[in-house]
């Protein structure tokens, strides 16, 4: 059961114009969500977060959008350059219940931008 | 650098061993994560400690055990390997509990052959 899915596994986007990430999430108990983008052989880079009391929050090129009424968060890069190449994951945090599910990021599988000069 | 520390970087081991995997989270983090990440599963949560206390626990094995020490470093623990158990581990801290961003290590690759 994936409860976070980014179902474009690959955006291809020229130098300098907009890249939109999509993700979706089916579990109401998802309140705060990050964007992560990773290199090969590298760990995750932390980009952007954004909790469910917002619907938007932006940081210099790379923005969030929440929709929490259609369980749908995306990332708007702008301009995007072709250091922006690279996997892009969105993960969610659900509120506690019980105590078991605390800090724990649900990861969605990832769409890789390719940033074209 | 992220300043989340993991070693080693590569490991390979044979099916029926068990290895320890390291982590040295960043300075004044007092949460740190497991995370795997193998070809067709994603990365997927294994667990989570607070200041040397278990938080959250993912579909983490039996084989696999994992403790944080009172200087916040932690080590995950596999035993019994498997080939299925190669895979990308991450550690990740954080300086709360929850709603925050985690900052993951470069990661261990483990090859079980």
């Known amino acids: 059961d994936q409860q976070v899915k980014q179902n474009s596994p690959s955006l291809s986007v020229q130098e300098g114009r907009i890249s939109i990430l999509n993700c979706d999430y089916t579990?109401?108990?998802?309140?705060?969500f990050l964007w992560y983008k990773k290199y090969p052989a590298e760990g995750p880079t932390f980009l952007i977060s954004?909790?469910?009391?917002?619907d938007k929050n932006e940081d210099g090129r790379f923005t969030v959008f929440l929709n929490k009424s259609a369980k749908h968060l995306s990332l708007h890069i702008v301009p995007s350059q072709p250091g922006d190449s690279a996997v892009y994951f969105c993960?969610?945090?659900?509120?506690?219940?019980?105590?078991?599910?605390?800090?724990?990021?649900?990861f969605g599988q990832g769409t890789i931008l390719t940033v074209h000069p | 650098d992220s300043g989340v520390t993991q070693t080693p970087k590569h490991l390979i081991t044979a099916t029926g061993q068990r290895v320890t995997l390291r982590c040295s989270p960043r300075?004044?983090?007092?949460?740190v994560y497991w995370y795997q990440q193998s070809l067709d599963q994603g990365l997927q949560f294994l667990i989570q400690?607070?200041?040397?206390?278990?938080?959250a626990k993912g579909n983490i094995l039996e084989r696999f055990s994992a403790q944080q020490f009172p200087d916040l470093h932690s080590e995950l623990n596999l035993s019994s390997l498997e080939l299925g158990d190669s895979a990308l581990y991450f550690c990740?801290?954080?300086?709360?509990?929850?709603?925050?961003?985690?900052?993951f290590g470069q990661g261990t690759r483990l090859t079980v052959v």
């Open positions: 954004i909790s469910s009391i917002k």
């Open positions: 993960a969610a945090s659900a509120r506690s219940r019980g105590g078991t599910s605390y800090g724990k990021l649900t």
């Open positions: 300075s004044g983090d007092l949460s």
């Open positions: 579990n109401s108990m998802f309140d705060y």
């Open positions: 400690y607070y200041n040397g206390e278990e938080r």
């Open positions: 990740a801290s954080s300086a709360r509990q929850r709603n925050t961003e985690a900052f």
